[in-house]
Structures are given as C-alpha cells and as structure tokens.
C-alpha cells in the first residue's frame, strides 16, 4: 500500500493519483473538468460531485480514506469526496474501456 500526504485541491489529487477526476452513475461516467485544475477546495468539490453523483442516480457512496488508493472490482472508476474517492455504483453494462 502507497501512502500520500493528502493532496488539499482536485488538481492535486490528479496529479498526485495520475487520474481524470470522474463521477461515475448508472448511465455512464461524467467528468467534471471545471474542478480539475481550478484550485476548488475539497470541500466544495465534496459537495458538487456528491449532488451531481446524486442527480444523475447513483446508488451507492462510499467514502475511503484519500491516504490509500484501493481500485475497484468495477475497474477503478473513483469520485473525489471531501475525505477521500469513493466509488459509485454504475450500470453493470457499462464498460469504461468501450
């Protein structure tokens, strides 16, 4: 297990992760480029990819904590929250390689 020290903006965590930051829903995989890069704090961020997560269906939130990187059977698609990724349950259908 790697551990970081934790990263305080969006922009830093995908850096430090080397990821897209993504939210992932029943339909597919949203990005949410306006957070990346843009310096919004970790609580902001909890709050809009927790509403937008909740808007477009997801069904499950699980927070982890941001000092381990754990993939998910599902293919590791994760969702920045304010103490760390959690992965959001998707269609069973969907493939994020397609």
Do not use: W
């Amino acid at each position: 297990m790697r551990f970081f020290k934790e990263p305080e903006t969006l922009a830093e965590i995908a850096e430090t992760f080397h990821i897209k930051v993504l939210t992932a829903a029943p339909e597919g995989n949203y990005e949410v480029p306006e957070l990346v890069g843009s310096g919004a704090t970790l609580e902001k961020a909890n709050r809009n990819l927790l509403r937008n997560a909740q808007e477009k269906g997801a069904k499950e939130i699980i927070p982890k904590n941001l000092t381990s990187v754990t993939p998910t059977p599902e293919g590791g698609i994760y969702t920045v929250y304010a103490i760390g990724y959690c992965p959001i349950n998707r269609n069973p259908d969907f493939d994020p390689a397609a």
